[in-house]
């Protein structure tokens, strides 16, 4: 009797001692002691990476063009490096594009001194609506003049948009009879890109008529169907070719140009875009028969292909990582 209560005992000190043993042993796996011991860490699942803000970035730019000339340009303005076509340093006439920088060196001219009234609209309608007689009233008062100057040398007003603003392939146009006007003026796409980063920071029109510029050039009216003989709708193209996200960052400041010229039977379609990111031009000449919209179209299609990231690109959702023991 005796002997198997002592074996009763024993056996419940030997259960006893497992039960007291199991969690010390869990206790040490569970405070990381003992060699190579840990327990599974709970991680918090990462919160999906919301992508960058959407953009322009230099991509490949596949467009069906039929015509004389298409060439584009990108300039970003916190790298200053620009890309675009093969032939982004090839030339075609300014057109209206170049109103905004007549503006801007008439009013960077005055510093600190206000307009008349007159000038004043006129610069503004040279912009908002494309106006002529505006631009050519501020041309003048600029210091430009219709008279080709000798030597195959671009007037003043030009010759101050090459220094001012480093254009290296910009020169007077080369049409017979049309040498001095301002409209027939030879730029590049990289040149133009680079005009736009001029009246963007600052260069062009000086401390106090910069945001003025910018200002107007954001408030460009008017449909491609909106057309008169010497004025014309120009809120088209590059644009329309960018998603409201963008838009929504701040202003875009554009200038067009556009005319359908008699001498080569071409369009010649310019489209000028420029934020606090990015500067980016396209110049095309096509044949008359394709109507101004279809300028407008290849200008949106080049801007809609460099955006990035693509509209409706997906969070990317990091993976879970896996606790160790």
Not at 68 to 74: Q, T
Not at 303 to 316: D, F, I, N
Request: glycine share 12%; hydrophobic share 40%.
């Amino acid at each position: 009797m005796r002997s198997r209560v002592i074996m009763v005992l024993a056996v419940m000190a030997v259960l006893l001692g497992a039960g007291l043993l199991v969690p010390a042993a869990y206790a040490r796996l569970s405070d990381g002691g003992g060699v190579g011991g840990g327990a599974a860490e709970l991680v918090p699942a990462p919160a999906p990476t919301e992508p960058p803000a959407p953009t322009l970035a230099a991509g490949p730019v596949s467009v069906n063009f039929k015509g004389e000339f298409f060439g584009w340009a990108l300039l970003d303005r916190e790298t200053d490096k620009i890309a675009g076509s093969k032939n982004m340093a090839s030339t075609s006439s300014t057109e209206s594009m170049l109103k905004a920088w007549i503006v801007s060196d008439y009013l960077r001219q005055l510093g600190d001194k206000e307009p008349s009234a007159a000038l004043k609209k006129a610069a503004s309608t040279a912009i908002r609506d494309s106006s002529d007689d505006g631009a050519n009233k501020v041309y003048a008062a600029a210091g430009g003049s219709y008279r080709a100057p000798a030597g195959g040398q671009p007037g003043p007003v030009i010759k101050r948009a090459i220094s001012i603003c480093g254009l290296t392939d910009t020169k007077r146009g080369n049409v017979p009879g049309y040498e001095g006007w301002w409209s027939f003026t030879r730029m590049s796409p990289r040149d133009a890109v680079r005009l736009g980063d001029c009246i963007a920071d600052g260069r062009a029109a000086g401390p106090k008529w910069t945001k003025w510029v910018l200002d107007e050039m954001a408030k460009v009216r008017g449909s491609v169907s909106q057309q008169q003989a010497r004025s014309g709708g120009g809120k088209w193209g590059i644009v329309d070719g960018l998603p409201a996200e963008i838009k929504a960052q701040g202003p875009v400041s554009i200038k067009n140009g556009w005319t359908a010229l008699a001498y080569d039977g071409n369009w010649h379609v310019n489209c000028l875009a420029v934020t606090d990111k990015w500067s980016l031009a396209v110049m095309v000449r096509y044949p008359q028969s394709q109507k101004l919209t279809y300028g407008a179209k290849v200008c949106a299609s080049v801007a809609t292909q460099l955006v990035t990231p693509q509209p409706g690109a997906a969070l990317k959702v990091p993976q879970q990582p896996v606790g160790k023991l």
